[in-house]
């Protein structure tokens, strides 16, 4: 069975994040990840954190819901708090036989894993309080290219659908005796159902097209509610600017 990402599950919530322009929100919260990543002094990205989670409460989004996804983020990143510590020269802390823990190792290795969970954890905030829907309007009204936001439209609404017809092509494959063996005849059967996705992901993406121009479609995104900036919006949008755009001031300074 697939479980299917639902980034944007909690977004009928009511919190001051979900109530903020689309448009003002993306710009303001890329802006601040940004920032983040950029940091290079622990201290400071340590209050990028704080911002972070500080964000994710005042959306509301639960965090079990957030800790299924980081868990996966932990995955891709854990591994450099285990590997820099042994590999970064500097002052040494600790040595075990002929590794050595240096502090400068440590030190970078917290970076990389703050700055990582930082940016995560913003993304919530940022598109799990509205709609994938508005997420892709709020994108073309910032004037991303349109074929870029089409294509990021299609393949989250699309990917899920071949894989789901993957899944079933293998359970027909098994039910006719098919199993996975280290022989020249697993490669070529794998290779032949991946031809025949292609073909039906082809001829399905024919079909979609033909419905969606019988119905208007002009390659435009249509919503039911229109956009429209209201103070508040921008004065949600100055202070987190305003962070984003300090932390960086502080680490002149520092």
């Not at 994710?56 to 854990?78: A, C, D, H, N, T």
């Not at 121009?213 to 100055?238: E, Q």
Request: glycine share 6%; net charge positive; hydrophobic share 50%.
């Amino acid at each position: 069975m697939i479980q299917y990402p639902e980034i944007d599950r909690y977004s009928a919530l009511s919190s001051p994040i979900h109530d903020w322009d689309p448009r003002v929100k993306l710009v303001s919260i890329l802006i601040l990840i940004f920032s983040i990543v950029l940091l290079y002094d622990l201290k400071l990205a340590f209050i990028g954190l704080i911002v972070a989670v500080i964000m994710l409460f005042i959306s509301k989004i639960p965090l079990r819901f957030v800790g299924v996804y980081l868990k996966w983020v932990s995955f891709f990143i854990l591994p450099f708090f285990l590997i820099m510590p042994f590999t970064v020269q500097g002052t040494e802390l600790y040595r075990f036989h002929v590794l050595s823990v240096t502090y400068e190792g440590v030190t970078y290795a917290l970076l990389i894993c703050v700055r990582a969970f930082s940016a995560a954890l913003l993304i919530f905030p940022m598109i799990g309080t509205m709609k994938f829907g508005t997420t892709i309007k709020a994108l073309e009204s910032l004037k991303v290219p349109n074929k870029l936001v089409q294509m990021v439209m299609f393949t989250y609404r699309y990917i899920f659908v071949l894989t789901s017809e993957l899944q079933s092509m293998l359970r027909s494959m098994n039910s006719r005796g098919f199993a996975m063996r280290l022989s020249m005849q697993t490669p070529r059967t794998l290779g032949k159902a991946i031809g025949m996705l292609f073909v039906r992901s082809y001829e399905r993406s024919e079909r979609v097209y033909n419905a969606m121009v019988s119905r208007g479609y002009v390659g435009n995104i249509r919503t039911s509610h229109p956009f429209k900036l209201r103070d508040k919006d921008w004065l949600k949008a100055f202070p987190v600017i305003g962070i984003a755009i300090g932390l960086h001031c502080f680490a002149g300074i520092v």
